[in-house]
């Protein structure tokens, strides 16, 4: 009976007093396998003063850990844009302005709208240049080819000081050969007048028909030229009494304005040796162009009557002057 109480005791003792086999919490309330030096915020460094009785060291111990956090937060690189979710099944990947960049039948109308005004931009463009070089490219052009047939023809017809006068020359010149010179005051402009009216003749001169009559003949001198402002841009500022002179190689001929009509391209009859209008053995001269300009659906034809001659060895006439 008192074994058996001593016994007792002893077990009793034995539980309150010893060690328990079993693994359990510490005192401090950390498992067992833990060390007490580990922390929330950080791993104190071995040799440090922590636990529950210095409380001061784990205080200076949680100070560095707490920055070194802060540190390990800041290098943490911020989140981007939440990933959309694969629609329907498909992995291709989709910006999040997808549903703004989306197609719609609106956007393709302005998308179409917007190149069809660049491509009417673009050739708004090739147009204006174009009639730039129609405008002032063939003028220098012309302009270039008229001052060496002008120089060629002085040098053609010139006599040097104490040689023979030229004879009257007879026939007509080869096609693109120089006939005359026109000289219009009113324009303020002068050409060398090519024989042959074929598109390479009156490139860049006016042209004489070669059926009609020459310069001062009886009959009609035709010539026709382009409506370019090189040569007849201005023709419709033309008004009856205007003079017009032609000179050759031995003389001047005064032609004087008698009227100016817009006929068709068919009315080859304006070049005849006797015009609708004119009597019979009249000297004539008529000048041919395009019209309207920059078109050349209709022609501007100016008639002009012969008014008097004179010899080239006489100096200019008044009518140049």
């Keep these: 009976m008192t074994s058996d109480n001593n016994?007792?005791?002893?077990?009793?003792?034995?539980?309150?007093?010893?060690?328990?086999?079993?693994?359990?919490?510490?005192?401090?309330?950390?498992?067992?396998?833990?060390?007490?030096?580990?922390?929330?915020?950080?791993?104190?460094?071995?040799?440090?003063?922590?636990?529950?009785?210095?409380?001061?060291?784990?205080?200076?111990?949680?100070?560095?850990?707490?920055?070194?956090a802060t540190i390990a937060a800041a290098e943490v690189p911020p989140a981007g844009p939440p990933a959309v979710a694969p629609i329907g099944g498909q992995s291709d990947y989709r910006s999040v302005h997808s549903e703004l960049t989306?197609?719609?039948?609106?956007?393709?109308?302005?998308?179409?709208?917007?190149?069809?005004?660049?491509?009417?931009?673009t050739v708004g463009m090739v147009i204006l240049l174009f009639a730039g070089y129609e405008v002032w490219g063939k003028t220098a052009i012309v302009d270039a080819a008229q001052s060496d047939l002008d120089t060629a023809l002085s040098q053609q017809w010139d006599v040097p000081a104490g040689a023979t006068a030229p004879?009257?020359?007879?026939?007509?010149?080869?096609?693109?050969?120089?006939?005359?010179?026109?000289h219009?005051?009113?324009?303020?402009?002068?050409?060398?007048?090519?024989?042959?009216v074929d598109p390479k003749d009156i490139e860049f001169a006016p042209g004489h028909y070669p059926k009609s009559a020459m310069p001062g003949e009886t009959g009609n001198f035709s010539i026709a030229g382009h409506r370019v402002r090189s040569t007849f841009w201005d023709l419709d500022d033309m008004r009856v009494g205007d003079p017009i002179v032609v000179e050759t190689q031995t003389d001047w001929h005064v032609y004087t304005v008698a009227r100016s009509k817009i006929?068709?391209?068919?009315?080859?009859?304006?070049?005849?040796?006797?015009?609708?209008?004119?009597?019979?053995?009249?000297?004539?001269?008529?000048i041919t162009t395009c019209n309207p300009k920059w078109d050349n659906y209709e022609r501007l034809i100016v008639h002009a009557t012969h008014?008097?001659?004179q010899p080239r060895s006489a100096g200019r006439p008044a009518a140049l002057d």
């Excluded at 197609?103 to 931009?121: K, Q, V």
């Excluded at 006929?263 to 008529?286: C, H, M, Q, W």
């Design 167 to 182: 004879a009257k020359p007879s026939g007509k010149p080869p096609p693109g050969g120089a006939v005359a010179r026109l």
């Design 7 to 68: 016994g007792g005791r002893h077990r009793a003792s034995g539980a309150s007093g010893g060690q328990d086999p079993s693994p359990g919490p510490t005192a401090s309330g950390a498992p067992p396998d833990t060390d007490p030096r580990v922390t929330g915020l950080g791993v104190s460094q071995p040799g440090s003063p922590t636990g529950p009785d210095d409380p001061d060291g784990a205080a200076a111990s949680a100070e560095p850990a707490r920055g070194r």
């Design 263 to 286: 006929v068709k391209p068919t009315a080859v009859e304006v070049v005849n040796a006797r015009p609708p209008g004119f009597d019979r053995g009249s000297k004539l001269l008529t």
């Design 307 to 309: 008014t008097s001659s």
């Design 184 to 196: 219009i005051p009113r324009l303020d402009k002068r050409w060398v007048v090519v024989e042959g």
């Design 102 to 121: 989306r197609a719609s039948p609106a956007s393709m109308i302005r998308a179409a709208i917007r190149g069809f005004g660049e491509l009417m931009i």
